[in-house]
């Protein structure tokens, strides 16, 4: 285990914040791992470094995830369950099962980070979450350094949301994610944003998984910053769910207000729609910004600062409130 001294976090971070670790470790088995947790407690994971947002050098021993490899467990006609370690790249796996035909990852395509991190904040895109594959996560409890398996159901998902980064949060290092993924008979979801359109510009009426992931990967590519070209962490904020009363008060005054609704009394609205509408999109202040192409991204075009950018999300959120009288919340983590 190679401990190392002042290391720069920017190549950690798909925002290319150029914080300080004043120590660094990179971890590639579990049993390193759990070796590591009981000699050290004070420690800051990273993985792919794809939700946070870093405004400080780190003081603490930063633990960087880099445990690989992938497993089928058991597979049958219709199913296929695998297991998947930490450190994988996401879309790489995900572009590894489509080339297999194994379905209910396509939606998900290009969605920047590791495996580790995918259940943390139940990953989503294109009216697909991941928790609807997920049957087991595997974590070393930071505590005793043992190895804990939890079901998809203790993982209690919600919309970007998890028990890890609720009620045990900071008390477990995810090694592994497990998923069931179908080899036929595959569900197949092209009704949510633009992936419908993209298919049918192509001349598709039957799609496969292979057509929706390139049609996600198409359109995303089309929206959305590549973190190699301009440091960003994707979505920064989430998609509001407010009252059927308060959107109906909004719709009269916002006539072309788009929106998806998630019960009978909620109905959840684009925050990038809400950032657009607020005259923020394409906005550039100086190193940082927001996306022109995209409103809900907020970028790193070189050399900002963690904490200039975690300021222009909170006037944005202060901005929407005042128009809108509706809380955005932020989707990335703070690191501050």
């Given at each position: ?197 993209e298919l049918s510009s192509k001349g598709i009426t039957t799609p496969t998984i292979k057509d929706i992931s390139d049609a996600v990967i198409t359109i995303r590519k089309s929206k959305l910053p590549d973190p190699k070209e ?30 998806y609704v998630i019960s009978d009394t909620e109905i959840k609205v684009p925050a990038g729609w809400l950032i657009e509408q607020s005259g923020f999109k394409g906005k550039r202040f100086g190193d940082y910004g927001v996306h022109e192409k995209q409103a809900l991204v907020l970028v790193n075009y070189g050399n900002a600062k963690g904490k200039e950018i975690y300021k222009l999300a909170q006037k944005i959120q202060q901005t929407i ?16």
């Amino acid at each position: 285990m190679n401990i190392q001294k002042n290391i720069s976090l920017k190549e950690y971070n798909t925002f290319g914040i150029n914080v300080n670790a004043k120590r660094f470790v990179s971890i590639t088995s579990v049993y390193e791992l759990q070796q590591l947790v009981k000699e050290e407690k004070d420690i800051f994971l990273i993985s792919g470094g794809s939700n946070m947002l870093l405004t400080k050098d780190i003081e603490s021993l930063v633990v960087h995830i880099d445990i690989k490899g992938i497993s089928i467990n058991q597979e049958n006609l219709n199913d296929v369950h695998i297991t998947v370690n930490a450190g994988e790249n996401w879309h790489e796996f995900v572009l590894w099962c489509v080339s297999l035909n194994y379905g209910g990852l396509e939606n998900l395509s290009l969605i920047p980070g590791n495996v580790g991190t995918c259940p943390i904040q139940n990953i989503g895109a294109y009216g697909v979450e991941v928790k609807d594959t997920i049957t087991k996560v595997e974590a070393v409890e930071i505590e005793t350094g043992k190895l804990i398996s939890f079901t998809a159901e203790e993982c209690k998902f919600g919309y970007r949301s998890s028990i890890f980064k609720n009620n045990a949060k900071g008390k477990y290092i995810l090694t592994s994610v497990s998923f069931q993924l179908t080899k036929n008979s595959h569900k197949l979801n092209i009704s949510y944003g633009t992936i419908e359109s993209e298919l049918s510009s192509k001349g598709i009426t039957t799609p496969t998984i292979k057509d929706i992931s390139d049609a996600v990967i198409t359109i995303r590519k089309s929206k959305l910053p590549d973190p190699k070209e301009i440091g960003n962490s994707g979505s920064f904020f989430k998609n509001p769910v407010i009252s059927k009363k308060k959107f109906e008060i909004l719709q009269k005054k916002y006539p072309n207000i788009p929106s998806y609704v998630i019960s009978d009394t909620e109905i959840k609205v684009p925050a990038g729609w809400l950032i657009e509408q607020s005259g923020f999109k394409g906005k550039r202040f100086g190193d940082y910004g927001v996306h022109e192409k995209q409103a809900l991204v907020l970028v790193n075009y070189g050399n900002a600062k963690g904490k200039e950018i975690y300021k222009l999300a909170q006037k944005i959120q202060q901005t929407i409130k005042d128009i809108f009288n509706i809380n955005l919340e932020i989707e990335v983590n703070i690191i501050q």
